[in-house]
Nanobody, 121 residues
Framework: QDQLVESGGGSVQAGGSMRLSCTGSAYTVSNYCMAWFRQTPGREREGVASIGQFGSTRYADTVKGRFTISKDNAKNTLYLEMNSLKPEDTAMYYC???????????????WGQGTQVTVSS
């Protein structure tokens, strides 16, 4: 059982930027697919961005061009750089990992506890 721990959430005005971080075990971050999901009350948790073991990335259409996912294997850390934030980006953001794929909830093996991001207009 791996433990994924998010940090970096908070409040920001629309148009601003924020960076989320997630630390995990060295094995998981280096060898698993890593992802960020988000969820708002009453809605399903949705994939935002993922990065494969060898660096291939995938983004939800709603965040393409604004969010960037990356990882630093030496620091066992996953990042999500969020720019041009909009009020509709407000959600609980979760770090997640899957053995091969990780953009869909069914692919996820480990979840973090989440960090709240609030974007005000």
């Amino acid at each position: 059982q791996d433990q994924l721990v998010e940090s970096g959430g908070g409040s920001v005005q629309a148009g601003g930027s924020m960076r989320l971080s997630c630390t995990g075990s060295a094995y998981t971050v280096s060898n698993y697919c890593m992802a960020w999901f988000r969820q708002t009350p009453g809605r399903e948790r949705e994939g935002v961005a993922s990065i494969g073991q060898f660096g291939s990335t995938r983004y939800a259409d709603t965040v393409k061009g604004r969010f960037t996912i990356s990882k630093d294997n030496a620091k066992n850390t996953l990042y999500l750089e969020m720019n041009s934030l909009k009020p509709e980006d407000t959600a609980m953001y979760y770090c997640a990992s899957g053995e091969i794929f990780c953009f869909d909830r069914g692919d996820i093996k480990y979840w973090g506890q989440g960090t709240q991001v609030t974007v005000s207009s």
